[in-house]
C-alpha cells in the first residue's frame, strides 16, 4: 500500500513563508491527483490545493494567490509553497492521493502549520 510522508511544517511569523513537502512510498504519481488538505481545531476539513498528473491546479479561494501546489512525478514528491501566511493558515496539513482508475484515496499522517507572533 502506498504511503504518503509529510514535511516542512512548523511555527511561522505572520507575512512569512513556508514548503511543505509529501514523498510517496511507491510509484503512484502517474497514476494519481495530488492534493493537500488541512484542518483546523473545531473546523471541518478543507481541501486547500489539487494537481492532476497533467498540473491541471486548483486553490480554495483562501489560498488562491498565496500558495502553489506542484509535484516532481520523477521523485514521486508533491509540495505545497505558502506564502503571506495568516495566523488563520494555522492547521493540521494532509497530504492527499487519488488514484484515478478507481479513486482510491491515501492519506499522510499530518504535519502541524503554526501561524503566529
Known amino acids: 500500500q502506498v504511503q504518503l510522508v509529510e514535511s516542512g511544517g512548523g511555527l511561522v511569523q505572520p507575512g512569512g513563508s513556508l514548503r511543505l513537502s509529501c514523498a510517496a512510498s511507491?510509484?503512484?504519481?502517474?497514476?494519481?491527483?495530488m492534493g493537500w488538505y488541512r484542518q483546523a481545531p473545531e473546523k471541518q476539513r478543507e481541501l486547500v490545493a489539487s494537481?492532476?498528473?497533467?498540473?491541471?491546479?486548483n486553490y480554495a479561494d483562501s489560498v488562491k494567490g498565496r500558495f502553489t501546489i506542484s509535484r516532481d512525478n520523477a521523485k514521486n514528491t508533491v509540495s505545497l509553497q505558502m506564502d503571506s501566511l495568516k495566523p488563520e493558515d494555522t492547521a493540521v496539513y494532509y497530504c492527499n492521493a487519488v488514484r484515478m482508475f478507481d479513486l482510491r484515496i491515501y492519506w499522510g499522517q499530518g504535519t502541524q502549520v503554526t501561524v503566529s507572533s
Open positions: 494537481i492532476t498528473i497533467r498540473n491541471s491546479t
Open positions: 511507491g510509484d503512484i504519481f502517474s497514476h494519481a491527483t
